[in-house]
Structure formats: C-alpha cells, structure tokens
C-alpha cells in the first residue's frame, strides 16, 4: 500500500527536517538519522553558561522564502510576534572609524550616502531596483525550479536571460557602474560572503542579496535566535510522526544494482527504505557513504566556497557600541579577500561580523551580561597549503579584538569570561563538511548552478535524494528551504502516493 511508503533522512539540518515535514504530510512514514546529539546542523545552537549562541546562521532574510515553504507546511511564521523586523539590516564600520547604517529606510539611507558620495543615493536606488528584478527572475528561472534536463537551462530562450541576471559580469566590477568610494563598493558588495565567494569573482547576478536585504527587509526571531526556525520546523515534523534518532551517524548509503536500499548506521544496523534522502554535504557523501568514487573525483575537482572561523565569546558586560548585527569592513578589501580566496588564509587586516542577540533577545545572555559571536572568512582546507589553523586563530584574535578596541570596546578582553572558537576544521568535524567550507560546500558560479550544480537525486541510483546547501539551489536558509521544497516536490512526482 502507498501508505507505508518509507524515507530515511540522513542528517536533521535545515534541508532534512524540512523535506521530512513534505513527506510525512504527503503520506510517507519518515525517519531522520542525525550523527549529533542535537538537530539544526549549521543553524543549531550553543548553550554556556546562560549564553546561547547561534552556532552558524543569524541572520533572517528574504522572508517571502520562508513564508512561501512555512505556509505550505502549515508553519506559523507571524511577522511582529515570531520574527521581528529590524530598523537596521546592520551597521557597517569603516577602518576610518565611519558607520552606515544600512536600512531599508530611504530617508535615512539618502542622509547618509549624499554624505558619503554626492548623488549616490539615487544610484543606489537604482542598484537595488535592479538587483530586485534578478533576485525575482532568478527565483521564476534559475533558483526556485527543478532540473530535470540540460535543455531547461541551456536553450536558445536562456542565453539572454543568463545576462539579464548578470551571470557573466564580477560582482565588484558591476557595483562600480553604480558606486565611485571605496566604502560604498564594499557595503553593496561584502554580501557575497553569504555563500563563501569573493565579489571580484562571483557574478553580479548576487547583487540580488543586498537588493532583496533592502527591499524585504532583515528579521530577527522574537526569542531564542535562529535556532526558533529550526524548532517550528520540528514541532511541525513531530506532529506529522517524524521520527527522529539523534547520535546515529550514518556508515553507508546500502546500494544493490540500481537501487538504495536504505542506510547502514555506525552500528552496523541496518535500516530499510523506499527513499533515501541525504541531507550531508554533498561531496561527502559522495565520498564517505556511496560505493562509487568516480563521481567524488569529478566532484574534487570543482570550486569551493570559503571557510569561517567563528568566535563565540559569553562577557560579564555589555556594549552598547554594538548593534544586532556589525560588519567591520577594513581598507585593502580585494587584498584581504585576495588572502582568502587564494592564499587559503585569513587576511591580516580582516572583515569580520559580530552578532549581539541581546540587543532584541534578552533571552540571550545572563542580566547585564553579553553574547557576541564573531564570524571571519577563512580560506578553506587544502592540503597544499601549509595552514597553521593555531597561529591563523591567535592572529585573527588579535586582529578582532585590536579592531573593536579602536572603536571604543577598550577593555573587551578583561570582559570575556569564557570563548569557543570553531576554526575550519572543526566545521568539518562538527557537521562532515567537505574542507570546512560551510558556506556551501561548492561554490556558486554560474557553471556550479542550475542543472551545473550537483542534482538533487542520484544519477543511477533513482530512489536516492539530496537536499542541502551543496545541492540545487545553494547555501542560506532560504536556499535550503528551497532545496528542501523542490527535492520533496520531485520525489512526490516521482514516487507518487495514492490519494
Ligand atoms: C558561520 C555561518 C554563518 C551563517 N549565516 C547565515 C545567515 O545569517 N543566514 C542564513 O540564511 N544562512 C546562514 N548560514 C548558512 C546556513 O547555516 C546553512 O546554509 C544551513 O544551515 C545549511 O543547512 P543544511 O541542511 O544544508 O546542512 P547542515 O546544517 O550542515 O545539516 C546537515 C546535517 O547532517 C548531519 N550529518 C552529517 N553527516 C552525517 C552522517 N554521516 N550521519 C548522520 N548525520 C550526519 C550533520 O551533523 C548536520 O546536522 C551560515 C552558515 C555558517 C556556517
């Protein structure tokens, strides 16, 4: 009978549950097996001491994504009561001490920019109008569909749609038809770190993250940090009779011929199922879980987003300096990325964010206390590179804490009782992810996009499924939420349940 139609999930990240909640609402008896004690993956969270910490995402943007996948999973997502819209998407700080308030508030935006660059307001309007339209024909044609073929991306019709959403022109070099100052080309541009790219690599095609920032706003959960998204998702795989089974690493994908027959766990049990879903890193279950390594091969060979090291720091005081959200922006950008990208480093005069929850959530920390999370791009782990993870932490300390320092937080150091620091290798250790490179795992060019990207099932094995950052569409929760949408929608065309 259909009824009993079975999927096992690999993994209880974003992508698993989501695609967990599809299924089992369309009739499908659901299990999750997550290696970690915890779900949420690299939107999980850490609690010390009466400090939470969000693990990896923070920030909650292009909620018409989320809208659009919670309303189909009859999620409640209240804007004003849940998520909380934020007066400043962030506030970017300049190495010479100057801040912008970046804000979907045109009055303000305008104030600051004509003081930046005269006439640069109205070329910002037109920047983000822009940016607007790509983000929604992206959504229409490249990022919110299957591909069930080559001749859906590439075709006659395509080609110039491919430069309508600027997928051929580098980021940085786009934004200077818009901007002259320095500061400007950096704030409209930084955003590519969201999924591990250098802007003056990555296609412009990504000014639609700044234009969808600015138009649709940022949210920030009412209580309990991102990790909130992750439990409404849960709460509503609970009710569906989602099963979940934290601590079960997951040894081997079971194939026979042309089929998954289901999972083999650490243990050696073994699990049966109609469908296979893995929602680990791609390329890492290529590599670790499936008996074929030609694919793993092919899959090395691609590019990689960057990595992260994080600093996660409880202090006995508070800063008001800071905002929910702060960017440092630092002089000698492409140098600095330049160290990233190529030399597979941290730059010595790095960009970084720091994410001060209190400043929404009391919730976050202990009364007069402080939680700030520091994130910092880091090139990814490649073993031809002689990288000194030890010296790169200390240096990059000391650069973060030298920073804040010149901005008034002087005696930030005397206040942080205690830190954990996640460098690339813990990443990796953390949530199996290829090289530490968490902002996707593959990169996102136009050529590792669309139909490119790593396809959401198994090109032999037809009951095997992926869903995740590395798969279509991409990283960030709203891709995920996509990815999770899209393979859910494809397994139930495939495998259709009787009604
Ligand atoms: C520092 C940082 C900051 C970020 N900031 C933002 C942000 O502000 N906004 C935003 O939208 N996005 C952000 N992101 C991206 C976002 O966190 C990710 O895109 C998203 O959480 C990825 O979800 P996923 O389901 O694809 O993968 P994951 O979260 O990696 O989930 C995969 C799960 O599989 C489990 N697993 C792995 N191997 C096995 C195995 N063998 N057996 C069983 N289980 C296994 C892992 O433990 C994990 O729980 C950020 C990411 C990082 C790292």
Redesign the pocket.
Known sequence: MSENRTAVI???????ITTAVYLAKNRYRVSV????SA??????QLIQDGHRFD???????MPGIYHEVFDLLGIRLEEGSDIIPLDNLYKIFFNDGSCLEFTSDKERMKVQLEKIEPGSFEKSQEYVSRGYRIFRLSIDKLIGRNFYNIFQMVNLKNIPLLFKIKAFTPHFKYAGRFFDHPHLLMAYTFQNI?VGQSPFNAPALFSMVPAAELTEGSFSPSCGG?FSIVEKILEAAKKEGVQFHYD????QINISGKKALGIILQDGTEIKADIVIS???LP?TYR??LPDRRKSVHLDKLKYSCS?I?FHWGLDKTFPQLEHHNVFLADGFRRGLDQIFSDKSVSDNPNFYVHAPVRTDRSAAPQNHDTLSI?VAAGHIDKNYKQEWDKIREKTRLAVINRLKRQGLKDIENHIKFEIC?LPEN?EN????SRGS??GSLGHNIFQMGYFRPHNRHDKYKNLYF????THPG??????LL?AKLVSERILKENPTEK
Not at 475 to 480: E, K, W
């Open positions: 690999i993994g209880a990240g974003i992508g698993g097996y997550e290696k970690n779900p949420g993956g690299r939107c999980g693990l990896g995402a923070t920030m909650l943007l969201y991102m079960n690493p997951v040894r929602n680990t890193d890492y670790n879980l992260a994080c994130i996640y990443w953390a949530c199996n992810i968490v902002f869903v995740g950052g590395s990283n960030g929760i709203p891709n995920v990815s």
